[in-house]
Nanobody, 118 residues
């Protein structure tokens, strides 16, 4: 089982960009579908983006489509979330997650905070 550690969060002005990284331990990273989720204060956690085992397929929440890009480097056991055109509505704790294909997400990182000021 992998363990996940996110990094790259911070504070940025509206319209700016951030790139989140999620480093996974273990040798089986390429066996996991990877996803990003976020949770704003007093809101439910929501899906942001997902990428397939080899990176060939991705899908996004409508709210981030066209602004965020998920990618992965299986040689470095890392998944990324490039976030452009950030708005205050993107302010949240962002979590990296992993799952075996066909199952629910069951492995989570500790989260990294993203704060976008207007």
């Amino acid at each position: 089982q992998v363990q996940l550690v996110e990094s790259g969060g911070g504070m940025v002005q509206a319209g700016g960009s951030l790139r989140l990284s999620c480093a996974a331990s273990g040798r089986t990273f390429s066996m996991y579908v990877m996803g990003w989720f976020r949770q704003a204060p007093e809101k439910e956690r929501e899906f942001v983006a997902q990428i397939s085992l080899n990176g060939g397929f991705t899908n996004y929440a409508d709210s981030v489509k066209g602004r965020f890009t998920i990618s992965r480097d299986n040689t470095k056991n890392t998944v990324f979330l490039q976030m452009n055109e950030l708005s205050p509505e993107d302010t949240a704790a962002y979590y990296c997650a992993a799952k075996i294909p066909g199952r629910e997400y069951g492995i989570w990182g500790q989260g990294t905070q993203v704060t976008v000021s207007s």
